[in-house]
């Protein structure tokens, strides 16, 4: 990797909605010695941070749509750089590998609701998993039956889904009406133009089509932010990565710009975990940042 091309570039309309009205509401040098520790730490100094010393962590907020994001980013070189070389891919993977039962039961419940959003067996039913990674997802929605494809670039992430069974591609097909659903877990607070990555994907979804997408959730975080600073514990704003903090307002104006509608997931309480089940719902369907959104 050439370490002279790494850069970065400065957002200058919103990713959500495309608005030219930014505000800006946080800056911090990446000099500063908290910043530094804590890059260096979470990368394991994998990267020359001399690469960073001269650059600003700016976090914009645009005053139509409520999203938070990260105004200076890493071009297409630094992004290379940052997910094939900086972060650890061996921990990537053990975190899947390794998981508590209580994540794939998260994938059960999703892939339940999946079956109440459509009535065709599993089999009629294509969907892609786009963002992938180690294939963990497609695999289980295979298990169920579905006729799932796992979109991935990482070259060693799409060898290790293969060797789960998952069909792999690494680039989208050309825009036709092909998917009935598409799943995006922890991927959109990762790119650098969210809305029109929306309005792609909309081109493959057939008619009435649904996307799921689930974000970290940015509630509350920009009155923390301005009160207390930059945190380490500030996972949706982590540097660098993430660079899209939406909240539900944020991600509904998002959606309806590139033609879909916030609809609400069949209800799947447990009669013997009632309270805990109610208390999921409520956050599912007003609250947090994990959305069913149906092509109009």
């Not at 290379?80 to 419940?109: H, I, M, P, T």
């Amino acid at each position: 990797m050439n370490d002279q091309l790494i850069d970065f570039y400065r957002r200058e309309h919103c990713p959500g909605c495309a608005s030219k009205d930014i505000d800006t509401v946080y800056q911090l040098s990446y000099a500063d010695e908290s910043l530094k520790q804590f890059i260096e730490s979470f990368y394991q100094q994998r990267m020359d941070y001399r690469l960073l010393e001269d650059q600003v962590y700016e976090m914009g907020k645009c005053p139509h749509c409520g999203l938070l994001f990260q105004r200076l980013v890493l071009n297409q070189t630094g992004q290379a750089a940052l997910y094939g070389e900086w972060v650890d891919s061996q921990k990537s993977l053990e975190k899947k590998r390794y998981a508590k039962a209580k994540l794939f039961r998260q994938y059960a419940g999703q892939l339940e609701t999946v079956s109440r959003l459509f009535p065709q067996a599993p089999h009629k039913i294509e969907i892609l998993e786009f963002g992938m990674g180690w294939g963990y997802w497609s695999r289980m929605a295979t298990a169920y039956g579905y006729h799932v494809r796992g979109l991935e670039l990482s070259p060693e992430r799409v060898e290790h889904a293969r060797s789960l069974g998952v069909e792999v591609m690494q680039e989208l097909p050309e825009p036709s009406p092909r998917f009935d659903f598409i799943y995006a877990s922890q991927v959109f607070e990762h790119l650098e133009d969210p809305l029109q990555t929306m309005t792609e994907l909309s081109q493959r979804l057939k008619p009435d089509g649904i996307i799921y997408l689930r974000v970290p959730d940015a509630r509350g975080l920009e009155g923390i932010l301005k009160a207390n600073g930059w945190q380490p514990e500030m996972d949706a704003i982590h540097p660098l990565e993430h660079i899209n903090a939406f909240t539900r307002k944020s991600l509904s104006v998002m959606a309806s710009k590139a033609g879909f509608r916030v609809i609400q997931p069949p209800l799947r309480i447990d009669i013997s975990k009632f309270w805990s089940g109610l208390k999921r719902e409520i956050g599912d369907r007003w609250l947090n940042t994990h959305v069913y959104l149906r092509k109009q």
